[in-house]
């Protein structure tokens, strides 16, 4: 307990504010590091997995890909990266580490959510006139949304937790606490750089949480409904007609 005290006592020294490394610059840093990782992440993952959720193709080479991006370590990943592009450009490595981690948890919520989407709606949209493309973007895309939610929650919060180590390649965020503590043996510090970090991995996923709430009240029960087998014939039902006419 008296741990915890020295760490909350660390946090609200006045120093934290006007020091060395004011906690408001660090918290700016690690933001701005997973803000930009998830950007990038959800620039490459989105639409590959819209690409195969509606064509079903290629989603057990995904799913091969993501086990292997997220099996790979971490520290020795960005430790290589930053000695293949120079210590002057670590920010680089350190951004393409995180990407790596991002990746396959946003590319599995995207294509997990086209998939999910209940078939026959997309073939009534399919019926109507609807091209392919009309099809993914106003029909899939929209219904699937809570999943694609849920998979760039995922992969914010796993970025936090691996920007720690921007920390170890000179970049600061919130894991110089951590770093510096362990080095100098004040534990005050370094268990109060890990407060901060995991309020502010909840404070994120707060966020997250509240918007795929809002996406599926949105679009009703969302497409978690089960997909039927492709050789159904079912009309619609009332749900799945208002929902339809409500995407176009």
Not at 107 to 132: C, I, K, P, Q, S
Not at 135 to 150: D, H, K, Q, S
Not at 157 to 164: C, F, K, N, R, S
């Amino acid at each position: 307990m008296n741990l915890f005290q020295d760490a909350l006592a660390w946090l609200t020294d006045p120093e934290r504010s006007s020091g060395p490394n004011p906690l408001v610059d660090r918290i700016g840093e690690h933001l701005w590091y997973t803000v930009l990782a998830l950007v990038v992440s959800a620039l490459i993952a989105i639409p590959l997995g819209y690409l195969i959720g509606h064509t079903g193709r290629g989603r057990q080479l995904a799913v091969l890909g993501s086990g292997a991006a997220r099996a790979l370590p971490s520290l020795g990943l960005l430790t290589i990266f930053t000695l293949l592009v120079g210590v002057g450009n670590a920010q680089v490595a350190a951004i393409a580490v995180f990407v790596i981690l991002g990746v396959p948890s946003i590319l599995a919520g995207a294509y997990a959510g086209v998939e999910a989407v209940d078939r026959t709606v997309v073939d009534a949209a399919r019926a109507m006139g609807m091209t392919e493309t009309q099809i993914l973007f106003r029909v899939e895309a929209p219904l699937g949304l809570p999943l694609l939610l849920g998979g760039l929650r995922s992969a914010a919060l796993q970025i936090i937790a691996t920007a720690v180590l921007a920390a170890y390649v000179g970049l600061g965020g919130l894991g110089i606490y951590i770093q510096r503590g362990i080095s100098l043996r004040t534990y005050d510090e370094m268990l109060g750089g890990a407060i901060l970090i995991v309020l502010l991995a909840l404070a994120v996923d707060a966020l997250f949480a509240i918007g795929e709430w809002v996406a599926r009240r949105a679009i009703g029960s969302g497409p978690t409904r089960s997909r039927p087998h492709p050789d159904r014939t079912e009309p619609l039902t009332t749900d799945q007609q208002s929902t339809l006419e409500e995407i176009r």
